[in-house]
């Protein structure tokens, strides 16, 4: 039984080397018990040897993980009480969907009558009642990855790790997965860790994210935060589309001024600094319709405009030379004027604003 007034997972001081190579570099990290928490970061950047340090198939070089607050170093990964999804669905084609289910209950001692009983519980979480029977020569993708989820559930662990799951599978799947997926977490109540590369996965299912390059972990909060906060450029750039624009601090870093235009903050900032601002934040208008009140606008160019279907993403060039992506939606005033070479003002709200430290300042 677990303690769930404790971390479900702790990483402490966690290194992991391979001769040379930092593979994971001094992670620190808790994961709440019941948390949906996704690891985030591009191949190479240490996601998914966190994930095996945890899981027992690797150890660290420095460091401790815990699982409800007691080291795990010493324990065999058949004993931690951990379910694991790889991308790879690893069925036995020779099994049907149920014995695929069955067997960790079998390498368990569990017998054969409550094996039968578990099987059609997991079967019927996943939705795959009916197909107990099949093999997965018969079953789709999807079907074969929830076979594999099932499995891993089957046992009641006490953790559930997913090593990109769904990355096999094409958009509508991995959309119904995710869907999926969330359910079942929700319906059990039970710890996810979640690694992927896909940041738009992270969103729209994670508690909490934490991304990760070369080894270290650069952020950890909920999705809105990382979004709309991002800790540094690398952040920024890796979460959403944005535009991160040198500015020039004034007063004091009460406000800025960029291409000879002038915005207050709504709190002061530390100079120096940039600025993050997201395509769907930035309003584009004509220039003859634009008043000389004060307002704040920054003289810019559309150099590229893209049909995305509900909108366009225009690509601006400032009048300093800097770039700048919008997002345009219909009924938008310059919505049937978006010509390349056309010369427009861009607007943005202070509140819309993310600071970050000029990348090699102090």
Same mark, same amino acid.
């Given at each position: 039984?677990?303690?769930?007034?404790?971390?479900?997972?702790?990483?402490?001081?966690?290194?992991?080397?391979?001769?040379?190579?930092?593979?994971?570099?001094?992670?620190?990290?808790?994961?709440?018990?019941?948390?949906?928490?996704?690891?985030?970061?591009?191949? $190479?950047?240490?996601?998914?040897?966190?994930?095996?340090?945890?899981?027992?198939?690797?150890?660290?070089?420095?460091?401790?993980?815990?699982?409800?607050? +007691?080291?795990?170093?010493?324990?065999?990964?058949?004993?931690?009480?951990?379910?694991?999804?790889?991308?790879?669905?690893?069925?036995?084609?020779?099994? +049907?969907?149920?014995?695929?289910?069955?067997?960790?209950?079998?390498?368990?001692?569990?017998?054969?009558?409550?094996?039968?009983?578990?099987?059609?519980?997991?079967?019927?979480?996943?939705?795959?009642?009916?197909?107990?029977?099949?093999?997965?020569?018969?079953?789709? $993708?999807?079907?074969?990855?929830?076979?594999?989820?099932?499995?891993?559930? @089957?046992?009641?662990?006490?953790?559930?790790?997913?090593?990109?799951?769904?990355?096999?599978?094409?958009?509508?799947?991995?959309?119904?997965?995710?869907?999926?997926?969330?359910?079942?977490?929700?319906?059990? $109540?039970?710890?996810?860790?979640?690694? +992927?590369?896909?940041?738009?996965?992270?969103?729209?299912?994670?508690?909490?994210?934490?991304?990760?390059?070369?080894?270290?972990?650069?952020?950890?909060?909920?999705?809105?935060?990382?979004?709309?906060?991002?800790?540094?450029?690398?952040?920024?750039?890796?979460? $959403?589309?944005?535009?991160?624009?040198?500015?020039?601090?004034?007063?004091?870093?009460?406000?800025?001024?960029?291409?000879?235009?002038?915005?207050?903050?709504?709190?002061?900032?530390?100079?120096?600094?940039?600025?993050? @601002?997201?395509?769907?934040?930035?309003?584009?208008?004509?220039?003859?319709?634009?008043?000389?009140?004060?307002?704040?606008?920054?003289?810019?160019?559309?150099?590229?405009?893209?049909?995305?279907?509900?909108?366009?993403?225009?690509?601006?060039?400032?009048?300093?030379?800097?770039?700048?992506?919008?997002?345009?939606?219909?009924?938008?005033?310059?919505?049937?004027?978006?010509?390349?070479?056309?010369?427009?003002?861009?607007?943005?709200?202070?509140?819309?604003?993310?600071?970050?430290? +000029?990348?090699?300042?102090?």
């Amino acid at each position: 039984m677990t303690d769930r007034s404790l971390p479900a997972v702790s990483f402490q001081g966690v290194t992991r080397r391979y001769g040379g190579v930092c593979a994971v570099n001094d992670v620190t990290l808790d994961i709440a018990s019941g948390e949906f928490f996704a690891l985030l970061g591009a191949s $190479g950047s240490g996601k998914t040897t966190l994930l095996m340090l945890l899981a027992g198939f690797d150890q660290p070089t420095e460091g401790r993980v815990l699982m409800s607050g +007691t080291s795990v170093s010493d324990v065999p990964p058949h004993r931690r009480q951990i379910g694991v999804v790889f991308q790879n669905y690893a069925l036995f084609p020779h099994l +049907t969907a149920a014995e695929n289910v069955a067997y960790p209950l079998k390498m368990r001692g569990v017998a054969r009558a409550e094996r039968e009983a578990r099987v059609n519980v997991a079967l019927g979480l996943v939705n795959l009642a009916d197909r107990g029977s099949s093999y997965s020569s018969q079953l789709s $993708g999807g079907q074969q990855q929830r076979v594999a989820l099932a499995r891993a559930l @089957v046992f009641g662990p006490d953790l559930l790790l997913m090593d990109e799951p769904l990355g096999a599978l094409d958009r509508r799947l991995r959309d119904q997965m995710q869907q999926e997926l969330k359910r079942i977490q929700g319906e059990l $109540g039970i710890t996810v860790i979640y690694v +992927t590369h896909d940041q738009s996965e992270a969103m729209a299912m994670a508690n909490r994210i934490g991304i990760m390059a070369a080894g270290r972990l650069l952020q950890v909060a909920d999705p809105e935060t990382i979004y709309a906060a991002p800790s540094n450029h690398f952040v920024a750039r890796f979460i $959403g589309e944005c535009s991160i624009l040198r500015v020039a601090a004034m007063d004091g870093g009460r406000g800025y001024e960029i291409a000879g235009a002038r915005q207050s903050l709504p709190s002061p900032a530390t100079a120096p600094f940039d600025i993050v @601002v997201r395509p769907e934040h930035v309003s584009v208008h004509a220039v003859p319709e634009v008043k000389s009140d004060g307002a704040f606008g920054v003289p810019a160019t559309i150099r590229d405009v893209t049909y995305l279907g509900a909108g366009w993403r225009v690509a601006l060039e400032l009048s300093d030379g800097q770039s700048l992506l919008a997002s345009i939606k219909r009924g938008d005033e310059v919505a049937g004027d978006l010509a390349p070479g056309k010369p427009v003002v861009a607007r943005w709200a202070p509140a819309s604003v993310a600071i970050l430290p +000029t990348e090699g300042s102090s």
